[in-house]
């Protein structure tokens, strides 16, 4: 039975589309309805939800940020995104996002349950890649194969040296057409975890992983993807001046979100582990090779944190553990990172429209590293936490003083009475006004 989360700033709409979703016997176990972005990410902060619905234009937090935001904390929860507006921009940032398709208001009703039924049909999980899945697989992988010299050139620019970056893009350019132009760069590389994969199956299943990075990637990143030595694929991603500076969108999260599907795309496709190094993003080709260098060292952190599997480089302060730094040192680092964040969500949790991407761009880490560390040494996710202290404030606030549900919630960093009571009868078991009783 799937989640479906709908989002719209006028109720009627939330209303009929749930009523719709409700009688269509597309087998939907629950219908969450949100009236704003901020509470459609506390439901998926504490729902497993399978499928966001979402308008494109809501006051605080539009649909695009909602998108973001939500492709941040789960990246494989699908999106279908609904407009009163036909505008190609949006549209075009929805589907560089993820979204499954766009509709136009008015919708009509039989095109909307097609476009949910077809999603739900995709997210089935397929069974694990055993002999006879393989099989299957190598019968019917009939995509053309990579063009493995062009790619050998490729993995050479991205592992070579520096000063051999021009030659070998112009040569690209005169051998097969591939031009490099950027002038901004960045660098994925994925290790796949084949030691319990025979050998005659490695080279199916790391060509199975390459579609699934260029399938993921698509028409809307501009991106070479090529094979890396040792059943390893390598990603080589630019932007012209104009795509670099089209969007308010964080690069960074936006490459940790592509690094974090890309894990997730090849556990549920393939059922295989992957490790994910991510680089920063640099200027001019020159610097290709020290991208590829960073995204190995990203990737190499997985030997020290093993229950982890997505790394961008610039979480890291490298000198500092060249240096010659003990673990206990980088343990003691870590504790610092996360103690600065939960020092300042101590003092931020009650304010409307606090996010993770906020409290991990104020002490300089990705989300998802911080994410990552903030439950590694605090039990719980970062979230959880923001909630755990709201609730127990609001509880307080219930128990000794005469505030009206409304002024709690605002004063706990809630825009909707309504909302409030969802969480907090969730959280405790009881509504607020019965705990008043």
Not at 376 to 397: A, G, H, Q, T
Request: overall charge negative; proline content about 3%.
């Amino acid at each position: 039975m799937y989640t479906i989360l709908l989002v719209d700033d006028e109720p009627l709409i939330c209303k009929g589309l749930s009523n719709l979703l409700q009688t269509s016997g597309l087998g939907i176990g629950t219908i969450l309805t949100a009236g704003n972005g901020q509470e459609a990410l506390d439901y998926l902060r504490m729902e497993d939800v399978d499928l966001i619905v979402t308008d494109i234009q809501m006051g605080a937090m539009n649909g695009i940020e909602l998108m973001h935001q939500a492709k941040i904390m789960k990246p494989w929860v699908e999106t279908i995104v609904i407009s009163a507006h036909e505008t190609f921009q949006y549209a075009q940032m929805a589907m560089r996002l993820g979204a499954r398709d766009y509709l136009i208001k008015p919708l009509n009703n039989g095109q909307f349950l097609d476009t949910v039924r077809n999603v739900l049909l995709q997210i089935e999980r397929p069974a694990r890649p055993d002999e006879e899945a393989l099989t299957l697989m190598r019968a019917n992988f009939q995509m053309a194969p990579p063009d493995v010299q062009c790619g050998m050139w490729l993995h050479q620019l991205v592992s070579g040296d520096a000063r051999d970056a021009e030659r070998i893009v112009a040569e690209l350019d005169r051998r097969f057409g591939v031009k490099i132009e950027g002038p901004y760069f960045a660098v994925i590389r994925v290790r796949l975890m084949l030691d319990d994969v025979g050998d005659k199956d490695k080279g199916l299943l790391q060509y199975a992983a390459l579609n699934i990075a260029s399938e993921l990637l698509g028409q809307d990143w501009n991106h070479k993807a090529f094979y890396a030595p040792d059943f390893e694929l390598c990603l080589l991603l630019e932007w012209s001046e104009q795509a670099y500076t089209e969007t308010t969108a964080n690069r960074i999260d936006q490459l940790e979100f592509i690094g974090r599907s890309l894990h997730h795309n090849i556990e549920k496709y393939l059922h295989l582990t992957s490790v994910v190094g991510i680089s920063q993003i640099l200027r001019e080709p020159s610097f290709i090779p020290v991208l590829g260098l960073q995204a190995y060292k990203a990737m190499k952190w997985n030997d020290e944190h093993r229950d982890h599997y997505v790394f961008y480089y610039g979480d890291y302060k490298w000198a500092f553990r060249e240096e010659g730094s003990t673990e206990e040192e980088w343990v003691a680092r870590s504790n610092v990172i996360v103690e600065q964040a939960k020092r300042y969500i101590d003092e931020n949790y009650a304010r409307k429209g606090i996010t993770l991407s906020e409290v991990a761009r104020h002490h300089h880490v990705s989300p998802n590293y911080l994410s990552y560390l903030f439950k590694k040494y605090m039990n719980c996710n970062l979230w959880e936490y923001v909630i755990k202290l709201r609730m127990e404030e609001s509880k307080r606030l219930i128990l000794t003083t005469d505030l009206r549900r409304y002024e709690i919630a605002d004063r706990v960093g809630y825009e909707s009475p309504e909302h409030f009571s969802k969480i907090f009868k969730k959280y405790y078991g009881i509504s607020p006004s019965d705990l008043k009783k």
